[in-house]
């Protein structure tokens, strides 16, 4: 891995076939995360070339195999992901050793509440990460694990818990069909929506409402 800070030029030459990977992150991005592990706005990394991080590795790839996918998981899941690899360089790569805080006890009951009725009542939409951290004033790097030790699920897959039992109502109570409560419960078609169903019930929509 080879990490360019802005303003630096990269280049590289090979003498054989190659696959490269190339990530470009936002500056507020950066900067957002910078604000949450140090004191004040500091988001200065360091240039590095030839770095072994199978961590950074791990995560890059996870976003790609999202982008190839076609984005099943929406804005959510990338979201997410950018604001673990923009976490991780800060820790590892920054100028300034970031000061990182401990917390164990969750989201308030407030708070957890607030988080709840968000997701459900913006299943249909693209829902944000940033926007749920926003609306109850806390970084998504910090959300993401104060929400998890509040119900032991990262928003993301408790999103898709969500999207799974609303589509489920929906299946036993209504005539809809399934390509409408896909879209209904925020999937961007039939296919995304039986594997999301698929997955996490090890059956499919049809197969479900047959049940009924």
């Not at 507020?28 to 592990?37: F, G, R, Y």
């Not at 690899?85 to 164990?104: C, D, G, N, R």
């Not at 209504?174 to 209904?184: E, G, H």
Request: charged share 20%.
């Amino acid at each position: 891995m080879s990490l360019a800070p802005s303003g630096f030029r990269f280049q590289g030459r090979w003498d054989r076939y190659v696959e490269m990977l190339v990530l470009s992150f936002k500056p507020s991005i950066v900067e957002k995360c910078a604000a949450t592990l140090h004191d004040g706005n500091h988001a200065e990394l360091v240039r590095c070339n030839g770095i072994l991080d199978p961590q950074i590795q791990h995560l890059d790839l996870a976003l790609e195999a999202e982008f190839l996918a076609g984005n099943p998981g929406g804005r959510f899941y990338n979201e997410s992901l950018a604001n673990v690899i923009a976490v991780q360089l800060l820790k590892k790569y920054s100028a300034k050793e970031p000061k990182i805080y401990l917390y164990t006890d969750g989201l308030s009951e407030h708070k957890l509440r607030l988080v709840i009725d968000y997701i459900n009542d913006n299943l249909t939409e693209d829902v944000s990460l940033e926007a749920i951290a926003d609306a109850v004033g806390i970084s998504m790097y910090y959300f993401v694990q104060l929400f998890k030790q509040s119900t032991g699920f990262t928003p993301y897959q408790y999103v898709l818990q969500c999207r799974v039992e609303r589509a489920k109502q929906l299946l036993r109570t209504t005539k809809l069909p399934i390509i409408d409560i896909a879209l209904v419960i925020g999937c961007k078609n039939q296919s995304h929506f039986t594997k999301l169903f698929r997955k996490l019930t090890q059956t499919t929509p049809r197969q479900y409402r047959n049940g009924f």
